[in-house]
């Protein structure tokens, strides 16, 4: 609460505007001393002509100390103005008398007797930074091991994100364009930064995901599902599946698949967000919703042009170099038809290559290993012989690693079935052919 009871009359009036017609809230501020719990949200809503204002809270047990109407709005959670001038002088009169209301027995010497610890404690956290710092290395080999044959992408999405996390005030969204053929890895990477992030020890950022398949963004009026639909209009009131996600959690990573699907008009709402780190959409009352973005991260995926733009790379001698790979990507969205606003605002892209037999095989074995755990079975090893059969029997489709799952349960599911129907557990093994699942100690014998 800090910021408001110090706060200016310029920051005040910014304030009541952003919440005219809607609600603004602030999550997780400090209440006055003596609180349970120390911490709750407080939200504005502020009124237009003839309307009240209200300062709303998530109702909190009031300390010993805290009487009359301070006491009253912490227990309803609401209070009503009839301007913004009264709300303001509310806050910095009796709320802010009620930040300073001790009640210390002078008789005792320890450190609670003297101080309130459950707000040194709650204000400590609260000064916390909000940036964290991310190991860039461990966090490439975390995404090393999930997407296979693409080392540059990401090594150059590690440091990206590794970067974004430890700014203190980020001004905008990171926005990374992961562009090549299909199957190679651009959704996977996504998906798996996440988890990525939260499986590194030395790391307190945890993000959310949401994926966003734009193919189900192709006419103007889906704007309403991502950031939902103004007052009287069909849908008012469902929710919005960006905004909604990124209130509830501004650290959300966001998969725009296959951009290049999306219609015109979902660009254009998505440039604030890229450019100021803000979203916008209709409130209530005819305002207007704002949702802070700052702190999420952006990807766009495309197979746009993934041809020519990883020819003119080669061309150029450009694997690996970011400088070429962002001229040439740049260029061939521009020849694309993509919004040169778009491209603007693209802070990283990243190039995926079409994946070599190595990198496919190692797809595979992974595959197999998932394939087996949902049958309930724990592999350790696999027969080599199994990996390449799956691969010879994709061999020739230009999908990247996806016929190789496909093929994987038709080759061995029922044998997992199998394994599974028995009751085999502990460490096994997949032998063969013919193939069968084993105890891992037993496969040392396979020839």
């Not at 301070?70 to 609401?78: F, K, M, P, S, Y």
């Not at 005819?286 to 802070?292: I, K, L, Q, S």
């Not at 087996?372 to 230009?398: D, H, I, T, W």
Request: aromatic share 6%.
């Amino acid at each position: 609460m800090k910021q408001f009871l110090e706060g200016s009359d310029q920051a005040y009036a910014e304030l009541f505007a952003q919440a005219r017609g809607a609600c603004v809230r602030f999550r997780q501020q400090l209440m006055p001393p003596g609180c349970e719990p120390a911490m709750s949200d407080i939200g504005f809503e502020g009124g237009s002509t003839g309307q009240q204002y209200r300062l709303y809270v998530r109702p909190v047990s009031p300390g010993p100390a805290i009487q009359g109407e301070v006491c009253e709005w912490l227990h309803r959670g609401e209070r009503s103005f009839g301007s913004s001038e009264s709300l303001q002088a509310w806050i910095r009169g009796p709320l802010s008398a009620a930040f300073r209301c001790h009640s210390v027995d002078r008789g005792q010497s320890t450190a609670d007797g003297v101080t309130d610890m459950d707000i040194v404690r709650a204000q400590l956290k609260q000064a916390e930074p909000a940036a964290c710092y991310v190991d860039a290395a461990k966090l490439e080999r975390q995404l090393a091991q999930k997407v296979r044959g693409q080392e540059h992408a990401t090594r150059q999405l590690a440091r990206t994100v590794a970067r974004q996390l430890a700014r203190l005030q980020p001004a905008r969204p990171a926005v990374l364009f992961a562009v090549g053929p299909s199957g190679v890895g651009k959704t996977r990477s996504a998906e798996v930064l996440a988890e990525a992030l939260s499986n590194l020890d030395d790391s307190p950022a945890t993000y959310r995901y949401l994926r966003l398949d734009m193919n189900e963004y192709q006419e103007a009026h889906r704007v309403s599902q991502l950031l939902g639909a103004p007052q009287g209009y069909v849908g008012y009131g469902d929710g919005s599946q960006l905004l909604d996600t990124l209130a509830a959690e501004p650290r959300t990573i966001v998969l725009f698949d296959e951009i290049e699907k999306a219609h015109p008009s979902i660009l254009r709402v998505l440039m604030n967000a890229m450019d100021q780190g803000r979203l916008s959409s209709p409130g209530g009352n005819g305002g207007t919703r704002e949702v802070d973005c700052r702190s999420a991260i952006f990807i766009f995926t495309s197979n746009l042009r993934a041809e020519e733009i990883l020819a003119n790379i080669d061309r150029l001698s450009g694997r690996g170099n970011s400088v070429i790979e962002d001229e040439v990507c740049r260029r061939n969205l521009l020849a694309a038809q993509i919004p040169a606003e778009i491209v603007g605002r693209i802070g990283r892209f990243l190039v995926f290559h079409g994946l070599d037999a190595e990198a496919r095989a190692r797809i595979v074995a992974d595959c197999i290993v998932a394939t087996a755990a949902e049958y309930g079975l724990s592999l350790q090893r696999v027969s080599p012989f199994a990996v390449v059969e799956v691969m010879k029997k994709a061999c020739g489709r230009s999908f990247g690693a996806r016929p190789e799952r496909y093929s994987i349960d038709e080759l061995y599911g029922a044998v997992f079935a199998a394994a599974g129907g028995k009751g085999v557990t502990g460490p096994l093994a997949l032998i063969g052919p013919p193939y069968a699942v084993v105890p891992a100690s037993d496969s040392d014998s396979e020839g």
